[in-house]
């Protein structure tokens, strides 16, 4: 199997395949136990392999990495333990001479509390230029002992932190959605726009292909910042519909007064025109967890963002009648801006598919899984739906996103020693909730090698289970029915049959578990239930899981050469 070609012509991310990269836990160059540029520089070939078009580098830039590289320090360094701009350059043009492209993270809700920025902030004091490029606000109460209001962090806990002043008596507080050491900017400073603008050219001076944009959907919050009471059901990091606090005067209903606020579009309007300033048709890709479909469409109207992650899609269960309806209301609501679909089943923020296919009752989405979590996953069938899952997505038009290691069926490592975990979730929430250590554990190369090929060291920055080695990418190259092998047969067949640029004609059912379309010249059925169904007419392209004759088993897709009349 063949490596990719780079897309060429127009609008190139309208049907890539774009491949995340977790840079802490993909390839250790120099042997810390840590994923460093040179590590990925070294095993790009692979992802060539593979077929993908484009590759999604989590951040790597100069932080304390108190949130894992998400609380930056310097947007225009290479964070030390990562290596350095050099090997950033290394990378780059390794990457392009391989046709794959480069996409890099930008996180402009907050900054580290190590930034300069906000040390200077710290020291101007309340009122002064400085203070007003972060949400600082008088605390409420007799002496301002009371939070400005009360909002919860993202990781737990309150969004709220008291300063100190000079003289040691309590000053103002900052609002941080996320960690404490993450403050949030205030977007209404054009300051904060300029810098911001800086940063973005310094990358794009540097040949970067786009921006995936971290919590793309926050840095505006409603005016006057009023209380919020979250619904209980509700992700923490926005997309459901709720109402403020009462006595609130305000249209209802509301998003979060923090999330998804009219004013972040007037930002990405801005950014379009300074990435239309650079030739080669550069992307912004947003993470912004917005409900409805119909309102996240606004994020990639014509003159604001290229993508969008569909995380309606991502937080689908494996039901049949549930997909199809999250399939066709995503086509409806990109296409009606003229935008296409962007399918992602994992991400470095959320339990790994092979493992959230899996899961039962309450926790079908993955939610807050710790401790005390009742039905984790059977890794079994979690394998056997992820597998389907992904034949399903990839058959699918528009643009898709992979998260490294899915494409060897890795599932979420939930028994990972607690003096081991990293995540602020985990001591945010004093125990209760894993976060997302489970999903970011160092991925397996070889499987006799230390750290099984992840490190040229011993040791890497999180355990790998023991189990991995079985999964190892040396153990399912070139094997038949591996879960590799399926990646690189869907990526191959994906290309040659047009997919991305198809469109999705539904076919009579074959049951209620059970969903069939064409797409171009493919017929795409695939099986949610238990029971096993007869597959229409044509010839098998591909399929998740063994067929016996014409039969397609539970939990398993497939895809057939359509016949035509």
Partial sequence: ???????????????????????????????????DLAGISSRLPQLKDLGIDAIWLSPFYTSPQRDAGYDVSDYCDVDPLFGTLDDFEVLQRTAHDLGIRVIVDIVPNHSSSDHGWFQAALAAGPGSEERARYTFRDGKGKVGELPPNNWESVFGG????????????????????????????????????????????????????????????????????????????????????????????????????????????????????????????????????????????????????????????LETPWNAAKLKSVIDESIEAFGNVGAPSTWVLSNHDVVRHASRLALTGENLQGHGIGPKTVGLPNTAVGLRRARAASALMLSLPGSSYLYQGEELGLPEAVDLPDYAREDP??????????????CRVPIPWEAASASFGFSTGAQSWLPQPIAWAGLARDQQNGVAGSTLELYKLALSLRREHSLASGTVEWLESLGSDVMAYRNGDVTIVANTGAASVQLPAGDVLLASEDLVGRTLPGDATAWLRAVTA
């Fill in 158 to 313: 309150p969004a709220w932190t008291r300063t100190t002043d000079p003289d040691g008596t309590p000053g103002q507080w900052y609002l941080h959605l996320f960690d404490t050491s993450q403050p949030d900017f205030d977007w209404d400073s054009e300051w904060v726009r300029e810098q911001f603008r800086a940063v973005l050219r310094f990358w794009l001076d540097r040949g970067v292909d786009g921006f995936r944009v971290d919590v793309a959907h926050g840095m505006i919050k409603a005016p006057g910042l009023p209380d919020y009471t979250p619904p209980a059901e509700g992700g923490s990091m926005g997309g459901a519909p709720a109402t403020l606090e009462p006595g609130i005067s305000a249209e209802s209903p509301v998003t979060a007064p923090y999330w998804a606020q009219d004013g972040v579009h007037e930002i990405y309007r801005d950014w379009h025109k300074v990435l239309a300033e650079y030739p080669g048709d550069r992307v912004l890709a947003a993470e912004a967890w917005v409900d409805p479909l119909s309102k996240m469409a606004k994020w990639v109207r014509p003159d604001e963002m290229h993508q969008a992650f569909n995380f309606a899609y």
């Fill in 425 to 438: 979730t985990w001591f945010r929430t004093n125990g209760e909730r894993y976060g997302r250590d489970g």
């Fill in 1 to 35: 199997m063949t490596g990719t070609k780079l897309i060429s012509g127009a609008e190139w991310w309208r049907t890539a395949v774009i491949y995340q990269i977790y840079p802490r836990s993909f390839a250790d160059a120099n042997g810390d136990g840590m994923g």
